[in-house]
């Protein structure tokens, strides 16, 4: 693969500011007839407080911007590949893996290639503003954007019929709007000490707004799915069937081998929440006395939700802290109001209280674990997410070396405290099984991010 690329910019009178840039790409990964893709991006920029004569707005600058970008496909997206068969021989024969006695056996995998594989395409309007007032003692940062992603490059359930499970497809137009303002100040600011803080603060709505032609969503793994119509991705399964107050439903027909149990929406399409959060953010303050200095930042996610198959394992296996408390006489009244499903499949509530009696071991065992609600939990947290303490050696200490400029000392830690939210029974919600695949907010007895500690001494040369 190679590229071209290009850039001009145009100022006028120190205020105003035009840049583009160009580029073009040649991609081995895609077929010879999409393989050249051109992309660009237009900046308009208008430092304002040039022309206006407002004593405590130092800087002032709004832009605007319209941007786009390419990209290509994974290695070997185009061709069907194969891999080396095998053969198990079952209990106490040896399994086979070819090449074998001088023959070689290769077996078609189940994602198809596709030979009409284009790049993907995002395109981005963004509009900012930028002030700094008082001397510079107070800065402020707005951005508000709006990205659409087409032809996404994404596997797409096939009819098995095909011979193939999967196959890569340029599908999709996903779209990204969002807010990113950040805060910065100097409270305190005096000959030998000072107080600096930064906050910042985000928030970003996606909206799969289409997939593709018959396909209406997609499985990713780990509940997680695509869906037309919903954030990117959703988690989707079976959860609690309630009222409209919220109020888990108890069967109170005699007849049903459910009664005295929570009534239960088995489909696989029920969505459970999703992994973007309603909002995050962080903050950082740092405090310089002298030559010593202070820095602690703090960063928080609030509103998502993370699919736990730990928890999934525990409930199982009757492990879970919630099935600790557990009734002498394995009877349990469920908390819940009273209802069933009559002939005609309506919902039809007592709008009673549940008092039937159900035993506790059966409803864990062959219900309630089961159910995916039961272990999509809160992915919130609030974290300390690093401390460090700098020391700056006064130079009388070196000023007889004359080729030392400069010496720091540092201590810092990471990951030093983790709140989260009451409902999480996990080791850290930001943790995924998938890596930085499609599917976030999945997590199997995964290992937390560790708490480290480090020290350090630099020293700059003359």
Known sequence: SYSGYGQAMVSYRDFLYYTFTGRNDWSSTLP?????????????????????????????????????????????????????????????????????????SYLEGTSAGNIDLKNEQTNEI?????????????????NIYNKISLDQILPANTTLTTGYSSVLMNIGKISNKGIELSLSGTPVKTNNFSWDINLNWYKNRSLVEKIADGVPSIDLGGNT????????????????????NGNKIVDDDPSSSTYGYYLID????????????????????????????????????VGSVISSGTDYYLLYYGMAVRQEDRPENNIIVHDGVMGHYDASNNLVLSGQQN?????????????YGYVTEESIQSGDFLKLRDVSLSYTLPKKYFSNINWIDNINLTAQGRNLLRIYAADFSGSDPEVNQNGTGNAQGWSTYMMPDTRSYSFGVSVTFK
Do not use: C, H
Not at 51 to 65: E, I, Q, T, W
Not at 126 to 142: A, D, Q
Not at 355 to 367: N, V
């Open 32 to 104: 010879e007839k999409n393989n050249s893709y051109f992309y660009s991006s237009n900046s308009l920029g208008l430092i304002f407080s040039e022309l206006l004569d407002m004593p405590f707005l130092d800087y002032g600058k709004a832009r605007a911007s319209y941007a786009s970008v390419g990209n290509d496909a994974p290695a070997y997206s185009i061709y069907t590949l194969s891999y080396v068969a095998d053969a198990y021989g079952g209990a106490g024969i040896p399994s086979l893996q070819y090449p074998y006695g001088g023959v070689g």
């Open 126 to 142: 963004e509009l900012g503003l930028e002030l700094k007032m008082l001397n510079n003692r107070l800065g402020f940062e707005g």
């Open 225 to 244: 799915s695509i869906v037309e119509g919903e954030p990117y991705a959703v988690f989707r399964g079976s959860k609690y069937v309630r009222d409209e």
């Open 266 to 301: 088995w489909s696989t399409d029920n969505i459970l929440g999703t992994n973007e959060p309603d909002f995050s953010g962080g903050v950082r303050n740092t405090f310089t006395y002298k030559n010593l200095s202070l820095s602690a930042f703090f960063d928080f996610r």
């Open 355 to 367: 008092t039937i009696e159900s035993e506790y071991q059966r409803g864990w065992q062959w219900y």
